[in-house]
């Protein structure tokens, strides 16, 4: 049903992708630790897989899509105790912001997102399993370890081998370990943490295990499609197969894993620069979505594919915001255009209207095809948007030419219905907020010299000559804003108007 070709970090493979349903796509994320805000590099991982979500659906799949909270971690632990604050109210604090953050960023919801503090019963089950199946051992201290040794596929998503492991090792093993590459799969609470009762004792899960327990629990012992940034290959997948694998004896653990790049803070030159906490430059989306439009920023997002690392820089969200008002104006006069009751066939338009005309019908006919090729092929969103741009350019073109509004109808809601596609999937083309639109106007208006309050009271002088049938009179109004480089559409829903949009290369 599908040419979907995934890339599989365990096979290291382009495969062809089949759901072990038909129909049906189960795919577990990892999600963020919530003791701080989402920054932009958190948004890379978030935003390649709810893209890959948005074409699953596209695709016609039915996805079961889980995206965990950690709320439950060393971190937040540390992190509550400097603010005075309860882990899990500290937790629950960065998740509601978090939401609020990547709804700004027009992600997706997930369809489960469970939290770490609500799953420790099976967190608790599964680590138990595994001691029973002796694949796990508890210390005198209350620490629960998984032995890695035990499990023969252990290397497998990483390509590690256990020597290594112990190779790498310095001197400071913990004691209580049998091999350095064993990890907690229970820590042993210490006074006055955050613990939850156990068999071992008082404590609270190792990192790995929630992820683990979550799955199962929600996408059942073997799913499609298991995803996360390229930096939790080793060790936090690798361990979540052995844990998962072990504990129920069913394999795969995930069919598929998926993994997206870094990415990386750039100066104008391209040279990295990195970002930190105590270099203070660590940018929060947030913050970042107060200064530029998340239209601009999806363009960003979107422009590389998601295994490469993604450059961050002011110059490409300068030329990002650029495309957005390219993206968003060609939209606006699609609509208005159909809107018109103009019913000449596309086919008709290219012939009188010359090669602009025959331009845009070509994009738009190839559009749906090589939009989903691209996608289709490991979920290639910079061909995706270059495709979209290609047609932006063409409706943009065809836009400028004047008498524009005796263009087709039909030909502009086939066009708009390639908007309309890109922006479901790529999140790029579809409406733009009424904030996205209304700023750009002012900076239009702003870059021509002109007031709104200017060009609204001739546009209603132009409605006031059409009302009393003063045809010459209207005429000469729309003349003067043409020369200014205002753009009149009269549709069912009244006047509106625009800023003439060059054509020209950038978009
Ligand atoms: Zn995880």
Known sequence: MSDLKIYNTLSRQVEVFTPAEAGKVRMYVCGMTVYAHC?????????????????????GFDVTYVRNHTDVDD???????????????????????????????????????????????????????????????????GDVWFAVESFEGYGKLSGRKLDDLRAGERV???????????????????????????????????????????????????FDIHGGGIDLVFPHHENEIAQSE??????????????????????????????????????????????????????????SHYRRPLPFSAARLTDCLMAAERVYLAREVLEAMAALPVTASPEELAGDLGEDAAALVESVRGFKAAFTAAMNDDFGTGRAMAELFDLVRAANRYANHKKWWKRSAALAQEALACFDLAGRVLGVGGRPSAEFFAELTAKLLKRAGLGADDVAAKVAAREAARASKDWAAADAVREELDALGVVIMDGADGTRWRLNVDGGSAA
């Not at 890379?44 to 695709?59: G, I, K, P, Q, T």
């Not at 899990?88 to 997706?108: E, K, P, T, V, W």
């Not at 990890?183 to 071992?200: N, Y």
């Not at 104008?268 to 913050?287: A, C, F, Q, T, Y």
């Open 39 to 59: 920054h932009i590099g958190h948004a890379r991982a978030m935003m390649s897989f709810d893209v890959v979500y948005r074409w699953l659906l596209e695709s």
């Open 246 to 303: 072990c504990a129920t004896g069913d394999h795969p653990f995930a069919r598929t894993w998926m993994h997206n790049g870094h990415l990386t803070l750039v100066d104008d030159e391209g040279n990295p620069i990195k970002m930190s906490k105590s270099l203070g430059n660590v940018i929060d989306i947030r913050d970042l979505l107060d200064e530029v439009p998340a239209e601009a920023l999806r363009i960003l997002y979107m422009e």
């Open 75 to 141: 971190k937040i632990i540390a992190r509550a105790l400097e603010l005075g604050e309860d882990p899990l109210a500290l937790s629950q604090r960065f998740i509601a912001d978090l939401d609020a953050d990547l709804g700004r960023l027009g992600l997706l919801e997930p369809t489960v997102a469970p939290k770490v503090s609500e799953h420790i019963d099976q967190i608790v089950a599964m680590t138990a399993r595994l001691v029973d199946r002796g694949h796990a051992y508890a210390t005198d201290s």
């Open 172 to 222: 400071a093993v913990n004691e209580s370990k049998r091999h350095p590459g064993d990890f907690a799969l229970w820590k042993a609470a210490t006074d006055g943490e955050i613990s939850w009762p156990s068999p071992w004792g008082p404590g609270r899960p190792g990192w790995h295990i929630e992820c683990s327990a979550m799955a199962a629990e929600h996408l059942g012992t073997t």
